[in-house]
Nanobody, 120 residues
C-alpha cells in the first residue's frame, strides 16, 4: 500500500485547509485510514480515523468539531477538512493505514507527510 499526502501549506489562524491522501496498492478496503500529526519536538499524535465506508469515525479531542475525515472509495482518497485552524495545529500531517485487528499503535503503512503551518 502506498500513501501520498497533499494539500498542506501556510494558513492564518481561523482559516481552513483540506488535506488529501491518495492510496494505492493492496486491498485498501481492508484498512482503517488514519491521520496523525507531529509538531517539532513532540511525539506523533493521532488526529482522526475512518473506515472506508465512512460509517465509523473517531477524532482526537483537540480537533473534534473542527476537523472532518472523509473517504472517496471511487478515487481511493482520504481527506481531512480542517477548519478554524489554530497555531497549535502546526505540524507535519501523516496519512496512515492500519488493519482493524492491529493495536492502534501498530500502523501498517505511513505516508511521507505534508506540512501544515498556521500563523497567528
Amino acid at each position: 500500500v502506498q500513501l501520498v499526502e497533499s494539500g498542506g501549506g501556510l494558513v492564518q489562524a481561523g482559516g481552513s485547509l483540506r488535506l488529501s491522501c491518495a492510496a494505492s496498492g493492496g486491498a485498501l478496503s481492508a484498512y482503517i485510514m488514519e491521520w496523525f500529526r507531529q509538531a517539532p519536538g513532540q511525539e506523533r499524535e493521532f488526529v482522526a480515523r475512518s473506515s472506508w465506508s465512512g460509517f465509523n469515525t473517531n477524532y482526537a479531542d483537540s480537533v473534534k468539531g473542527r476537523f472532518t475525515i472523509s473517504t472517496d472509495n471511487a478515487k481511493n482518497t482520504v481527506s481531512l477538512q480542517m477548519n478554524s485552524l489554530k497555531p497549535e495545529d502546526t505540524a507535519v500531517y501523516y496519512c496512515a493505514a492500519r488493519l482493524p485487528w492491529q493495536n492502534p499503535n501498530n500502523i501498517n503503512y505511513w505516508g511521507k507527510g505534508t506540512q501544515v503551518t498556521v500563523s497567528s
